[in-house]
């Protein structure tokens, strides 16, 4: 944590930091159920994080980074985390308003992975049963652009989620949620499953004191074939985002709106940071429009590449 923090402190405009933290663990699971299923599996957490402050006053802007891995030989070097955070910290400075339009919006890596989260909680099988998601009618249909997999995998060696079975004894699989931009599958605890008289896809996530309930693993989208340079090089004028906020999202209509900042685009570039904005659209274009970069890393729970929807709303000025 100190390695991060006084990496943090060194970059050029940072004028304090938040903290840094570092964290490791291990813990034990074992479940046994009345089917006759019982087993267990160990797994180990390490993690570092710092939380960065540049410019002063009202002129202050923050910004952090952080990574988590199961290894510890998985983990970034400290010094990389707090350097990185504080480079963040400093190119938010001075931002500007952009008016209201409809733009291309790119979203960054740490937050493009909330789209297959999105997903995944419209296909839950909790939701489906209920009737309350969107989505309810599209098994088999095309929600994306032809060529986009979002794929989960529990076996996926060093994944943040990886397990053997799920909370209800369910060996894990791999499975295509989205192939080739068509939904294959519902997220199927067993309760879930027998609602909608199907077999449990093995998705029952629960904690010690709470019952089971669906929910991804190593949920991720597939890269693209383009550069994330290319995806943002033909963008006249739109906006790339790099932190959100907040979170209006009706499952029933598909209605999405939340708060952000980040660069406004121009010419191909990024030219100067901007806030106070907000991103809206109907989630099902936005699936549709969605064109995924080439960038695909493995960072976070969820993961996405750097991903670009075209014709959203931004509202500022």
């Known amino acids: ?52 402050i540049a410019g002063s006053d009202t002129q202050m802007e923050r910004d952090y980074e952080y990574c988590s891995a199961h290894h510890f ?10 350097q990185r955070a504080g480079e963040r910290a400093v190119r938010r400075l001075n931002p500007r308003k952009a008016k209201s339009q409809q733009v291309p919006v790119v979203f960054d890596p740490r937050l493009s992975g909330g789209f297959p989260r999105l997903l995944a909680g419209l296909i839950s099988g909790a939701a489906i049963a209920r009737g309350t998601s969107v989505l309810k009618d599209k098994m088999d249909k095309q929600l994306f652009a032809i060529g986009v997999d979002i794929i989960d995998d529990p076996l996926r060696e ?17 499975r295509k949620i989205v ?46 074939e383009i550069s994330r340079d290319d995806l943002i090089g033909n963008i006249n004028s739109g906006f790339y985002v790099t932190e959100m906020m907040g979170m209006s999202f009706n499952s029933l209509t598909g209605d999405y709106s939340r708060g952000a900042s980040g660069f406004w685009i121009e010419n191909g570039e990024l030219a100067h940071p901007v806030n106070e904005m907000t991103v809206a659209g109907n989630i099902e274009d936005m699936f549709l429009k969605l064109t995924p970069a080439d960038d695909l890393t493995f960072r976070y729970g969820v993961n996405a590449p750097t991903l670009r929807v075209d014709g959203m709303t931004v509202a500022g000025v």
Request: charged fraction near 15%; hydrophobic fraction near 35%.
């Open 1 to 52: 944590a100190a390695l991060a923090e006084d990496a943090a402190r060194a970059v050029d405009g940072v004028t304090n930091t938040e903290g840094a933290g570092s964290n490791a663990g291990k813990s034990a699971i074992t479940l046994a159920n009345s089917a006759g299923f019982a087993g267990g599996y160990l797994a180990t957490n390490f993690g570092i994080s710092a939380s960065v």
């Open 179 to 224: 192939e080739n931009g068509v939904l294959t599958t519902w997220l199927l605890d067993t309760r879930s499953a027998r609602q909608l008289k199907l077999r449990s896809t093995g998705h029952a996530v629960r904690g010690t004191s709470t019952p089971p309930s669906p929910g991804p693993t190593n949920l991720y989208m597939s890269p693209g």
């Open 73 to 82: 030989s998985d983990l970034e070097p400290a010094s990389d985390i707090g």
């Open 158 to 174: 060093r994944g943040l989620s990886s397990r053997p079975f799920d909370g209800e004894g369910v060996p894990g699989e791999l």
